[in-house]
């Protein structure tokens, strides 16, 4: 073939590569104004709209990883994020340098509970970007949700040497030294963020923990009235206070605090709980009940709130539903000899002593030298008139240190 040819033909081919070029031009500038339009929603509030927008920019350019990151980060934040990482591994199918794409993908694994793989997606974008302080400040989350501490604590060394005045830094070693339970050390790290920044609510409230972990409850009060006077709306400095108050015997101002922390944070079931405790040291069971209803409503997987709504449910009478609190915490912890007491003490109430010691013997089955159970056995023995056993297990008990058990064998033993 001359040259001339060759050139016709090349121009040939370029001739027919244009028009496809061109389309696929169009479908790109065509899927960035889709996705300008849904951003104009999503400012507006109109997330439905959006999330149009993204998806139809993803159906005009399926190759646009843009497009697919737009639409996951909304669907995460409407919840949906199963759907939202399979837009994200799209996206890094597209673009798979993109150091930007494994972070967000790490967080939308943290909400996953996937914290293997949010560490190794923060690694990866570490590893494209490795003097990004952003990057390297999520990973240290990563590793802290993980529980390798001494790694986090390695990495937050090595950003304070850079940032040492930086407050967000300090916090989080300080956390991690909690987490360690070092105390001391934690308090020495948050009196140096109380210097660097001491109108930050959040570094009286953080310090306040670490003194309540060292049982210094009138400096961890102090520290949290500071943390409360600095930001009147921050619900866990509320609540922190509400346990130090609880602890210090103030249970109207525990109470006043357990209030307005849950007045601004409606959906934390810890401070229901926290609540209740409160409520049921008061007296007031009704509202204990209440508190722990709605602490599993939010969380129904929330072992203690079971457990102690049993009690309630049990004081106030309601011997079907303590039962059936009993039940679903056996469910969620049938290796707990707690549990297994709680349930046969409801029993024995209710005057059902065959009942009662199985799960006695289920506790004790358990946990061999348990000497609550064996006190509860051994009365339940008693009352099911069987003296010679209900003695050996308060024996038992009562060998093993129970005041309870040495005073029920001056009862029921004197033969």
């Known amino acids: 073939m001359g040259t001339s040819n060759l050139r016709n033909l090349l121009a040939a081919l370029l001739l027919l590569a244009m028009p496809a070029a061109h389309a696929q031009t169009n479908n790109r500038l065509d899927a960035v104004q889709l996705i300008q339009q849904g951003d104009v929603q999503l400012r507006l509030g109109n997330s439905e709209l959006a999330l149009l927008h993204y998806t139809n920019a993803i159906q005009k350019d399926i190759a646009f990883a843009d497009a697919y990151m737009k639409r996951a980060m909304l669907l995460s934040r409407l919840g949906q994020n199963t759907q939202a990482l399979a837009d994200m591994d799209r996206a890094l199918e597209l673009n798979p340098y993109s150091e930007y794409i494994f972070d967000r993908r790490a967080k939308v694994r943290f909400l996953l509970n996937d914290i293997k793989g949010a560490e190794d997606d923060l690694a ?130 525990a109470r006043a605090d ?19 405790l409160v409520r049921k040291r008061d007296g007031d069971l009704a509202g204990a009940r209440d508190d722990y209803d709605r602490a599993l409503e939010l969380a129904p997987d929330y072992l203690e709130a079971q457990y102690n709504r049993a009690f309630v449910r049990k004081h106030l009478g309601d011997h079907a539903g303590a039962l059936e609190d009993a039940d679903n915490t056996l469910r969620m912890a049938p290796e707990d000899p707690d549990a297994w007491i709680m349930k046969g003490n409801l029993h024995l109430l209710y005057g059902e002593f065959n009942d009662a010691i199985a799960c006695f013997d289920r506790a004790i089955g358990l946990h061999h030298d348990h000497a609550n159970a064996l006190y509860n056995r051994g009365l339940a023995h008693h009352m099911n008139y069987q003296p010679l056993q209900g003695c050996e297990d308060l024996r038992r008990s009562a060998d093993l240190g129970s005041t309870q058990a040495l005073d029920a064998m001056k009862y029921f033993c004197a033969f």
């Open 124 to 253: 990866r974008a570490v590893a494209l970007k490795p003097y990004d302080d952003l990057l390297r400040e999520s990973r240290v989350d990563a590793l802290l949700a993980m529980g390798k501490i001494d790694a986090a604590v390695r990495e937050l060394d090595s950003l304070l040497l850079m940032h040492p005045e930086d407050v967000l830094l300090i916090l989080k070693k300080g956390t991690a030294r909690l987490q360690m339970d070092d105390g001391p050390g934690a308090l020495v790290i948050f009196d140096k963020a109380v210097e660097v920044a001491p109108r930050l609510a959040i570094v009286h409230d953080l310090r306040g923990i670490a003194l309540m972990r060292l049982q210094r409850w009138n400096d961890a009060l102090a520290a949290l009235d500071r943390a409360v006077a600095l930001d009147r709306n921050f619900d866990l400095a509320l609540y922190n206070r509400g346990l130090v108050h609880a602890h210090l015997g103030h249970p109207a101002q």
């Open 258 to 276: 357990m209030d307005a922390a849950l007045e601004l944070a409606h959906d934390k079931p810890h401070i229901f709980f926290q609540r209740a």
